[in-house]
């Protein structure tokens, strides 16, 4: 891959072997590319996703609705 331009914010999986079976996860969200060296920089996804959702809960509990 030469040129990863537009990928910001994609999903950055991991794979893991649990009971014999191949298991994937998303574990950060793509953020930066240094092409000269092919390295790619990621934020990890879970502080992200717990954000999003404490959010979604504060703002839907704003609106009188209950999200859990």
Not at 15 to 23: A, C, F, H
Not at 32 to 53: H, K, M, N, Q, Y
């Amino acid at each position: 891959i030469k040129n990863i331009s537009g990928m910001s914010g994609s999903p950055i999986y991991g794979v893991k072997l649990i009971e014999e079976r191949n298991r994937y996860f998303i574990v950060g969200i793509q953020s930066g590319w240094f092409p000269a060296s092919r390295i790619v920089t990621f934020f990890e996804a879970l502080p992200f996703f717990e954000a999003v959702r404490s959010h979604i809960v504060a703002h839907t509990q704003q609106q009188g609705a209950d999200f859990d």
